[in-house]
């Protein structure tokens, strides 16, 4: 399986449990890695025959900025399934990062990562 990674995905949201997450909302990250044999597309040279990672991050992007989830496992999901609905997408990982978390401690990020397949 080849892989095809967009990485560093930016975009303002409102999840999170606390009211002040949901109210103010915050910048979240996101990383994908689509699992797709490319060689479909790079024997025809045929953009059709692969996933559009642009089009893909568009919909990374508006799901983060959609309707809130109190998890970050939840909106990670939700973003694995929005990718695998590309019929070239056979697996995906998303890391979603959480930079801003309310965390009374020093910290670089918060991140889940998840892998998805079909089937």
Sequence with gaps: MDRVAVRGLRARGHHGVFPREREQGQTFVVDI???????????????SRTAHY????????????????????TLAQRIADQCLKHE??????????KPDAPITVPFDDVTITIVRSRG
């Excluded at 890695?33 to 953009?47: F, K």
Aim: proline residues 4%.
């Design 33 to 47: 890695v689509l699992g797709v044999d490319t060689r479909p597309a790079a024997s025809g040279d045929d953009l």
């Design 88 to 97: 070239a997408v056979q697996e995906v990982e998303v890391t979603v990062h």
């Design 54 to 73: 642009g089009i893909v991050s568009e919909e990374v992007v508006a799901i983060v900025q959609g309707e809130p989830v109190d998890l970050i496992e």
